[in-house]
């Protein structure tokens, strides 16, 4: 550490702090990242900052996916993020130095305090991230620039708002140099908490900072953060305030700008969602310099989705642009330009963050309907049957009704994902329900009114779930982007591929597909070549790097369909052959890793990524990822409706499948594929909720397909019997 200080006090020295030399002088490019706390698209789309427009037109631009670790991202998990590479939550004791300001305006090597509650967090979070990573990875000075403090003096109740620190420390917890100090700030009664940043003497650091050769500057303006703090305090009514933050920091960038060559690096950001914004959103991202195509649309590997990318990105962008090497620690993947751009970038940016937040709302609501639904159709199986039962008749015109509900249940999963093909929040919550209930209902009718057999509406219906998604994860997931079973660039546990809910949807389809094929052409000889082509094909859709990259799912679904399909084909699995199944599945995932690390490294996913970091730092990374996944587990097993869900789904479904004494065992006379599948849909929810970090939720889901199948079952016993 002191010998990184005494170079850059050389670089300072030789340089001068009064005077910054003229730009042919140096030879090596400069990095400035400018934060935008709280800033969304749409405030841009609003205030018209001209500096910004200009530096989407001259670079690439996209969204910014702030969430860290917490499901809101505070200021210093946003800054503490861009600095470490990775996922960091900042904690409360972080935000300023550790010792008072000196009497230089621009002062080196400043502590930063809370770094010790930093690096518990990091550790105790399990993604392996280095607060400081950034900084420590370079061998140029890092340079933290602003004040966001709420007051001259910031009010000690609140404590300080030098949030840039966090983005420019170094694994010690030291800056190399900082301008942080209350002289960069003015009293301005109309100002929100009576005070604004002094923007001549923020100009002025921010040439005294390009001034010294291969910088690397972190600039955080501190109005925006002010004025966001200030709009949560008034309940979002500041709204003018906000829009004189913004200008204020785009005439900072436009000075910034003036100062840069082609060869230097400008990324402008969101590090933070809105404060004062009840949901959280989708934040700015842009790139000028080198590589980033006028125009252009940004995109990483972090996210493999044109137009989103990532906080843990921004840090290995900065590296690789300055031709440094990303240390382990960080798990974000450089940005690239995806060419051509969007046909509106702005445009589709904020009908992004609008369609996220509209299906974000409406998540949790509609899957405690779907829940409360079953329920309902739980409460009248019982209520239905069981008397008829005890009376010893059979279910006759009430099981109509119990079968349409029951084909409705298996029809809503490919409804939601059907209905992602449109922009739900232009529809607004209403339209958009009664659409998932049209599109559900138009499915039940067409293979009610087409079909005889109760059991083959069901395989269409199974079927028609499998191809759909099947042939969106060929295609590139574009369904399962905000939809109420897919997944969210907020929530950000998934971009692109198939998603824990999607995985259990897929398997439990093919799964049901399979045996309902099995059992419909009983007896045929390429009948089980079928199912066994059905079964490859879902796990090549789910786990390929191309499609689903899904890892847990192939450790789920190659012994849950080899169990299936030798049980299908009248076979009796053994120890033996399970343990093959599992060492199949192993097999599987490791000739996708070759595939995967074969590919580009803007094309990798998460297994090549997960390999690279084992490789880099040992398996105890494998290790850190299994105990994360169990801890999400666990979180999510007290937390979602699904869990309530799964007791009564079993009792019911070993009612249908029990009741009255012996009908499993005719189950197995009349329907054996079907109890086959039924047996192979348990295991599949079993291995999903082990190998998942979704937890209860995947048994849930089959259990979803597999009580109506059981319910159809036992209505078509009660036909033939009769």
Request: hydrophobic share 50%; proline share 6%; aromatic share 6%.
């Amino acid at each position: 550490m002191k010998a990184r200080v005494l170079v850059v006090l050389v670089m300072v020295l030789a340089t001068g702090l009064d005077a910054a030399p003229t730009r042919a002088e140096q030879s090596c490019a400069h990095a400035v990242v400018l934060m935008l706390p709280g800033v969304m698209w749409s405030d841009i789309d609003r205030a018209a900052p001209p500096a910004i427009l200009g530096a989407i037109e001259d670079g690439s631009s996209g969204s910014m996916s702030v969430r860290t670790i917490s499901s809101r991202t505070s200021y210093s998990s946003g800054f503490a993020t861009v600095g470490a590479g990775a996922r960091v939550d900042g904690g409360a004791t972080t935000g300023g130095p550790a010792r008072p300001a000196g009497s230089k305006l621009l002062e080196p090597d400043v502590p930063v305090a809370g770094v010790g509650e930093l690096r518990e967090l990091a550790s105790s979070a399990g993604y392996g991230a280095e607060p400081g990573a950034l900084a420590s990875a370079l061998g140029a000075p890092v340079i933290a620039l602003g004040n966001a403090d709420l007051g001259k003096p910031a009010p000690a109740t609140v404590g300080y708002g030098r949030w840039s620190l966090l983005a420019a420390m170094d694994r010690s917890g030291t800056v190399d140099l900082a301008a942080t100090s209350p002289r960069l700030l003015v009293r301005d009664p109309f100002a929100p908490y009576g005070t604004r940043t002094n923007d001549r003497a923020l100009r002025r650091v921010v040439d005294r900072a390009l001034g010294i050769r291969c910088s690397v500057v972190i600039v955080d303006h501190g109005d925006l953060a002010r004025a966001d703090q200030w709009a949560m305090a008034t309940l979002g009514s500041a709204a003018s305030q906000r829009e004189q933050a913004l200008l204020a920091s785009d005439e900072l960038l436009g000075h910034i700008r003036s100062k840069l060559t082609p060869e230097d690096l400008l990324l402008i950001l969101s590090p933070t969602s809105p404060a004062w914004e009840p949901e959280a959103h989708l934040g700015v991202a842009i790139a000028v310099g080198r590589g980033f195509t006028p125009r252009g649309t940004l995109e990483s590997a972090s996210t493999r989705r044109r137009g989103i990318v990532t906080l843990p990105d921004v840090a290995p962008t900065v590296l690789e642009h300055l031709g440094g090497e990303r240390p382990p620690a960080m798990n974000g993947r450089p940005f690239y330009s995806s060419s051509p751009g969007l046909d509106d970038p702005m445009r589709e940016a904020i009908d992004l963050d609008r369609e996220s937040v509209f299906v974000d709302s409406l998540r949790g609501p509609l899957s405690g309907a779907f829940v409360v639904f079953q329920g309902i159709v739980f409460l009248l199986i019982l209520a239905l049957l069981y008397p008829r039962e005890r009376r010893g008749t059979v279910a006759g015109k009430v099981g109509r009704p119990l079968e349409i509900a029951g084909l409705a249940v298996v029809a809503f999963p490919v409804t939601t994902y059907v209905a992602g093909a449109v922009q739900g929040h232009e529809l607004g919550p209403v339209w958009f329900v009664a659409l998932l209930v049209g599109i559900d209902a138009v499915l039940v009718a067409a293979t009610s009114l087409v079909l005889r057999s109760s059991l083959d509406r069901l395989l269409v219906l199974t079927a028609f779930t499998l191809v759909v998604v099947a042939s969106d994860l060929v295609a590139g997931s574009r369904l399962q982007l905000n939809t109420v079973f897919g997944y969210s660039p907020i929530v950000a546990g998934r971009f692109t591929g198939a998603g824990n809910i999607v995985f259990a949807v897929l398997g439990v389809a093919a799964v049901m597909t399979g045996a309902l094929i099995a059992h419909r052409w009983a007896g045929r000889k390429a009948v089980l070549g079928v199912v066994a082509l059905v079964f490859v094909g879902a796990v090549v859709v789910d786990g390929a790097p191309q499609f689903g990259s899904d890892v847990g799912g192939v450790l789920a679904l190659v012994p849950a369909f080899g169990f299936t399909w030798l049980l299908l084909s009248d076979r009796r699995p053994s120890l033996k052959v399970m343990l093959l199944a599992v060492a199949g599945a192993l097999a599987v995932l490791g000739l996708f890793l070759v595939v995967d690390l074969a590919r580009p490294p803007e094309s990798q996913t998460h297994l090549a990524r997960l390999f690279e970091d084992a490789t880099a730092r040992g398996p105890g990374v494998v290790v850190d990822t299994i105990m994360r996944k169990a801890g999400a587990n666990l979180r999510v097993f007290r937390s979602t409706v699904w869990t309530y869900f799964v007791p009564p789904a079993l009792l019911v479904m070993a009612y249908l499948l029990y009741r009255p004494s012996g009908r499993w065992q005719r189950l197995a006379e009349a329907y054996p594929k079907l109890r086959s599948g039924f047996i192979g849909g348990l295991v599949l929810a079993v291995l999903g909720f082990a190998v998942n970090d979704s937890g209860i939720v995947i048994p849930a889901v089959v259990l979803s397909f597999l009580v109506p199948m059981a319910l159809l079952v036992h209505l078509s016993m009660e036909e033939t019997t009769a």
